[in-house]
């Protein structure tokens, strides 16, 4: 479970990464700042939720676990943010079976 939880969550990165650079490369850097992130509505005691956090997400405040900043952009631009979270939230629901979203906030 482990190994395979990793690789999605590695190919789920690499899509915010591409993502979030597509969009930057299209529309440029000059949107609001903020931050985006991806939330799984998994318990983090079960066997994929105890896999997510080893692969690097966290308890979220309401429920699940979060990644944040899925992308690993150093971009302000909320909105090449939540395109890259986007991106990481449809790989991963789809390819594990869990519910997961993308959230962002304005700073």
């Not at 000059?30 to 994929?48: H, L, V």
Request: aromatic fraction near 8%; hydrophobic fraction near 40%; charge should be positive.
């Amino acid at each position: 479970m482990q190994t395979l939880v990793n690789q999605v969550v590695a190919e789920a990165k690499l899509a915010a990464q591409k993502a979030t650079e597509d969009f930057l490369a299209k529309h440029g850097d000059r949107d609001a700042c903020g931050f985006a992130w991806i939330t799984c509505y998994e318990k983090g005691s079960t066997k994929i939720g105890k896999a997510l956090t080893k692969a690097g997400f966290s308890k979220a405040y309401g429920s699940g676990l979060q990644m944040w900043n899925p992308s690993g952009s150093w971009t302000q631009c909320i909105t090449a943010k939540e395109v890259g979270a986007q991106a990481a939230a449809k790989i991963i629901s789809e390819r594990l079976g869990v519910t997961c979203y993308a959230g962002s906030r304005m700073d």
